[in-house]
């Protein structure tokens, strides 16, 4: 696609409940980035791929937060038992080989747990 | 610690001036920096990288960095209102291994160019 392309861009969901983010990066490109912004806040970084291989997991930020990657494409970060403090926009990044290479952003999913 | 530290402001320029933005880095090894603008309620919009000592200019802006000294920054000539908005400075950090490590970002400065 022409770029990075994220669903859905507004979730609302109940405590309690698990959600799924999807991040659909530019085609191509192998490095692929999850961040999280909260109301006011800077970016909060959670997760990096690097084709299908997540080399550093220390940004997520409980074990209730997980990613995959498959076929060096799209990219779902999920959410388990969701807690009100997960409330933020979740944003995605790809970039054409990571180390380096220029980043761009999707239009992020904003999560709102009621 | 890798980090990436600014001034969150606000910065109030008039309109027409030169609006300097300021970034400091932890990581000497990082080879790779970044401007990102981020209008409120939007997603952060790549201005500029730069890799090299010294500046880049591309139209109204110039990135400049120092890596001796650990700084980046942005300036963004003859400012104008469509150009207030939150600034984000980002640093490709490289792990022990020198392999690539994630985009680090800093907080971000609250720019805004007063008409």
């Known amino acids: 696609g022409a770029g990075v392309s994220q669903s859905p861009s507004n979730k609302v969901t109940e405590k309690g409940k698990d959600v799924e983010l999807r991040c659909d990066p530019i085609?191509?490109?192998?490095?692929l980035y999850w961040y999280r912004q909260s109301l006011g806040q800077g970016l909060e970084f959670l997760i990096y791929f690097q084709g299908n291989s997540a080399p550093d997991k220390s940004g997520l930020p409980s074990d209730r937060f997980s990613a995959e990657r498959t076929g060096g494409s799209v990219s779902t970060l999920t959410i388990q038992r969701t807690q009100q403090e997960d409330s933020a926009v979740y944003l995605c990044?790809?970039?054409?080989?990571?180390?380096?290479?220029?980043?761009?952003f999707g239009q992020g999913t904003r999560l709102t747990v009621v | 610690q890798k980090e990436v530290e600014q001034n969150s402001g606000p910065l109030s320029v008039p309109e027409g001036a030169i609006a300097s933005l300021n970034c400091t880095y932890s990581?000497?090894?990082?080879?790779?920096f970044f401007w990102y603008r981020q209008y409120s309620g939007k997603s952060p919009e790549l201005i500029m990288s730069?890799?090299?000592?010294g500046d880049k200019e591309d139209g109204r802006f110039t990135a400049q960095l120092n890596k001796a000294s650990q700084y980046v920054s942005l300036l963004i000539r003859d400012s104008q209102p469509s150009d207030s908005a939150t600034y984000l400075c980002?640093?490709?950090?490289?792990?022990?291994?020198?392999?690539?490590?994630?985009?680090?970002f800093g907080k971000g400065t609250h720019l805004i160019i007063q008409p």
């Open positions: 990581d000497r090894v990082s080879q790779s």
């Open positions: 980002a640093a490709d950090f490289v792990d022990s291994g020198g392999g690539a490590d994630g985009l680090t």
């Open positions: 085609s191509g490109h192998t490095a």
């Open positions: 730069i890799y090299s000592n």
């Open positions: 990044a790809s970039s054409l080989a990571g180390g380096g290479t220029e980043a761009f």
